[in-house]
């Protein structure tokens, strides 16, 4: 088994396969910021008809459309134009609010919202940097959390320390979370989308089994499965005052950012992992050490997901945790890393984006009644049309990337065969 | 069947792949269509194949405009092509591919294998191909499915023929073979339509020559003319075919290579127990037909085949066992046979593709930061020294032409201080300005003293480049010659016969 990653396979068969699973995923992670702009736009069109269509209003008036048709669209109008109001004001700005401070309460809820998504969405977007698909988001939240919360209520440290050490704890239990993925895949080829999705549940069941252990996780004299509150000295703190939920973890996050990009821009090792990214079989003869670039990456990409978990614990849910502690960050950070067309900024952007739907969500919901599942829905959509470059090319009639090129008929074919595969 | 492309003009955005292209084939005339990598041959070719609509400009058979909307509608008016890449499949039958999108059946919708069996034999009889229906493709040597390629179009009743570069994958014999195969065809009134960059085959099969530069055609020529004629024709410019080299200057032996063996990853000896030395100041090229191990072998000398046996010494050091970086830093640069997969990384840039295999240390990292300016610099100055020619050094390496992108491999390979310079298949695929370039490269670097590997299937480059010549088939070495041995022996030597003088050459 083990000279099949070491030795790029002589086999045509062989090679077909992985070159094609590489060239899809290159595709639908390299596409243009267009096609992520336009992908965010057409789901909230169609999103805008889910909601008229499930409108109350839109469906009353729809039963008399060709008496008086104007009443149909006012109703459709005000369906969508209230449900997107409400979510631009439970995001972005609440325009009733008495005073400013009040008022850009939401913006603040988009940010912490935003922080874990941003996160681990750089850590997703590393991975598919490289060439790897890290599905194992909520394993590597879930082992980072518990080792900084654990840090954080069961070790007693001065103020400061204490936070710097359980971030760092933290960091290392996703790192090594990660590893096992590059390792595993190093030394015995095994594929990482089968060995992360596999280690979610190992992690999953570690640490309802930790938090079930009483002097593990679990709180002292208590029956649930939940560990105790952290210690103050342990928790970021807040950033603009009690009055908002904001906290220091949003500056970790940017600090996260900037450090991807110098890593990914800047720095030998990131050219390395792009170049493996690329191209491992011209990586390896130019005599690059393929196997250990999976593993650094997957530990560095298992670290920045596991500051998503940190971010959880000492940052928004700081009474303590279960083992839904993740919330389906993990997943929800492949859509990021997708939109952000794995650029550090372009997740950046994205995080704050779905962190904007989040907390916009909930708005939507308690004002116009719309059900919080449309922007489940919406997101899902953007998914779809970033894996989908050329339905969107055709929708705006945008240029096929590489017509210009000098075209020969076996380049032909590969294109419209990974066409077929990227749909 | 008399086929005329009349003001046939196709346009990819700003650019003119064709250029108002007239052609007129004779029903039974070999018309050679020539011209550099990038001239425009293959597009007119799709653009007659219905797979490009032109712009502007006519098809017409027997004087009768033709609409193509599509490689059907050709297939229909009697074109067939036969590609440069083998669009066949290769675990089906020969029988099988040569119904494949036209298959027939009986009651039931069961495949009429045997009518299918009845027409490749009837073809293959009809010219002595000599090709059993019911082999599998996989298992058939590559001009062998050459032939079932132009069955397949025969099958159609083409009447048209277009070889696109047949000759690439070929070895002397089987092209010899191929040529008195379109003489055959033309015969019994086939027009043929040949591609090819290689003016020898031109001078040798066609009856007429239209030479294509940057998508027009720049001239006509007869067989007669000279190879710097229809070379000049070509480029645009007179070039050297012949590739001038003084007497080898031999410095000692740098490279020994004894008993090595290499396996490959499904347990096959691909190189067998081969033995040789490389004298610092000479060429030492390895000749052989596509797949008899040579391609092993140099990668075997990179460290990048896992089981190898024997000893690999340069300088009286080791190399064998060592990781790729360690022979990278021992002086070895090596140029891959397969430019895009193994050579660059297309989506890099040409400055990151020109540091690719210096990326741990000096002088393009410093305390693990890219040092950006710096190769900045690098890239215009081997830009400018190796007359890359491309927008910028940030432009991508992918969309350089391929004689640009091996520019940008051998200005990378040559720029390290090298103690053996290995380059496998260094010109394939690249236009004859291209190839002169390439070469002068090679023996230059020889000339300074380093000891030189060039693997390659083509002969006409084994013997310009080669102060001694090893010939590989099935994993071994048949012999060692002197660079001057005739092609016949050398021809002979490639299927695995024993040249007489093989030892006086050791």
């Not at chain 2, 347990?267 to 596509?290: C, M, R, Y």
């Not at chain 2, 030597?493 to 093989?502: L, N, S």
Request: aromatic share 6%.
């Amino acid at each position: 088994m083990s000279d099949k990653t070491n030795t790029p396979p002589v086999g045509p068969a062989s090679k077909d396969g992985s070159e094609r699973w590489n060239q899809t995923l290159r595709d639908i992670t390299g596409g243009s910021a267009m096609i992520s702009i336009l992908a965010v736009f057409v789901a909230l069109v169609v999103g805008a008809i889910l909601i008229a269509f499930t409108n109350e209003g839109v469906q009353e008036t729809a039963g008399y459309f060709f008496s008086r048709p104007t009443d149909l669209l006012q109703a459709v109008w005000d369906a969508v134009a209230g449900a997107y109001s409400a979510l631009f004001q439970g995001a972005i700005y609440n325009f009733r609010a008495d005073n400013f401070l009040t008022a850009i309460r939401p913006l603040t809820e988009t940010l912490t919202f935003a922080t874990p998504l941003i996160a681990a969405g750089l850590g997703v977007g590393l991975a598919f940097r490289v060439g790897m698909f890290n599905i194992g988001g909520r394993g590597q939240m879930l082992i980072a959390a518990g080792a900084a919360g654990w840090v954080a209520f069961a070790v007693e440290l001065p103020a400061g320390i204490h936070l710097i050490v359980a971030i760092l704890a933290g960091l290392l239990g996703g790192a090594i979370w990660g590893g096992i993925v590059g390792l595993l895949k190093a030394r015995t080829g095994a594929h990482e989308v089968i060995v992360t999705i596999m280690l979610n549940f190992v992690a999953l069941y570690l640490i309802q089994f930790l938090l079930r252990t009483p002097g593990a996780l679990q709180a002292p004299g208590s029956n649930n499965p939940k560990t105790p509150a952290m210690l103050p000295t342990a928790v970021f703190p807040d950033l603009f005052g009690p009055r908002y939920n904001l906290h220091a973890g949003f500056l970790t996050v940017i600090a996260a950012t900037i450090f991807v990009w110098w890593l990914l821009d800047r720095s030998n090792l990131g050219f390395q992992f792009r170049a493996v990214g690329q191209n491992p079989n011209a990586a390896r003869v130019a005599g690059i050490n393929v196997k250990n670039v999976y593993m650094y990456a997957m530990a560095i990409s298992g670290a920045l997901v596991g500051l998503a978990g940190v971010n959880q614990v000492l940052g928004t849910l700081t009474s303590g945790f279960s083992s839904g502690i993740d919330a389906g960050i993990g997943f929800d950070a492949i859509t990021v890393a997708l939109l952000g067309r794995s650029r550090p900024w372009g997740i950046f952007a994205a995080g704050i984006l779905f962190g904007a739907f989040k907390a916009g969500g909930f708005a939507m919901q308690a004002a116009e009644g719309v059900p919080i599942d449309i922007v489940v829905v919406v997101q899902a959509l953007i998914v779809l049309f970033i894996a989908a470059p050329p339905l969107v090319r055709a929708m705006f009639h945008l240029p096929t990337p590489g017509t210009t090129r000098k075209p020969r008929i076996h380049s032909v074919k590969v294109r419209t065969s990974n066409e077929v595969v990227a749909k | 069947m008399k086929l005329e492309l009349r003001g046939i003009t196709k346009r990819f955005g700003a650019l003119v792949a064709n250029n108002n292209i007239s052609l007129t084939v004779e029903s039974g005339e070999i018309h050679a269509l020539l011209g550099e990598n990038g001239a425009g041959k293959s597009t007119l070719m799709n653009v007659l194949y219905g797979l490009y609509i032109a712009e502007e400009g006519e098809i017409l058979l027997d004087d009768v405009v033709q609409k193509f909307a599509g490689p059907g509608d050709a297939m229909n008016a009697g074109i067939g092509m036969v590609h440069q890449h083998f669009m066949l499949v290769p675990v089906f039958t020969v029988a099988e591919n040569v119904v494949l999108g036209h298959e027939q059946t009986t009651f039931g919708g069961r495949l009429d294998l045997s009518a299918a069996r009845a027409k490749v034999r009837e073809i293959s009889d009809r010219f002595g191909f000599d090709i059993d229906p019911d082999a599998l493709i996989e298992d058939l040597p590559v001009g062998v499915q050459q032939r079932v390629e132009i069955i397949k179009a025969l099958s159609q009743d083409a009447k048209v023929l277009v070889f696109d570069e047949p000759t690439a994958v070929l070895t002397p014999q089987e092209t010899d073979e191929l040529m008195t195969i379109m003489r055959q065809l033309a015969a019994s009134g086939t027009s043929i339509v040949f591609i090819t960059h290689k003016l020898r085959e031109v001078r040798a099969v066609a009856d007429r020559i239209t030479v294509i530069r940057l998508g027009t055609v720049v001239g006509e020529a007869s067989p007669t003319a000279t190879n710097a004629e229809l070379a000049s024709l070509m480029v645009g410019r007179a070039v050297e075919l012949t590739v001038h080299k003084n007497a080898p200057e031999l410095r000692g032996t740098a490279l020994a290579v004894k008993n090595l063996s290499v396996i490959d990853s499904r347990n096959q000896i691909v190189v067998n127990n081969v033995s040789f030395d490389v004298q610092a100041g000479e060429v030492l090229a390895i000749a052989g037909v596509q797949g008899n191990g040579q391609t092993e072998l140099t990668e075997a000398l990179l460290g990048l085949q896992q089981h190898v046996t024997g000893s690999i010494e340069l300088d009286g050091k080791p190399l064998r066992g060592y990781s790729v970086r360690h022979i990278l830093d021992s002086g070895v640069g090596f140029v891959p046979e397969d430019r895009t997969e193994d050579g660059l990384i297309a989506d890099f840039s040409i400055a990151e593709n020109l540091m690719l295999d210096r990326s741990s240390g000096a002088p393009f990292v410093k305390a693990g930061n890219l040092q950006l300016g710096f190769r900045a610099k690098f890239a215009a100055e081997k830009i400018h020294e190796f007359d890359i020619r491309s927008q910028g050094s940030e432009m991508e390496a992918g969309r350089l032409s391929g004689g640009n992108q091996q520019k940008v491999v051998l200005a990378r390979e040559l720029s390290r201080d090298l103690r053996l310079f290995v380059a496998a298949q260094p010109t394939r695929g690249l236009d004859v300005g291209s190839i002169e370039f390439v070469h002068t490269r090679i023996i230059e670097t020889r000339d300074s003293g380093i000891p030189v590997i060039v693997v390659s299937t083509e002969l006409d480059e084994v013997v310009a480049l080669a102060d001694r010549i090893a010939v590989m088939y099935r994993g071994e070495i048949v012999g060692i010659v002197p660079g001057n041995t005739p092609r016949a022996t050398l021809g002979l030597m490639m299927v695995g016969e024993h040249a007489p003088a093989t030892e006086a050459a050791l």
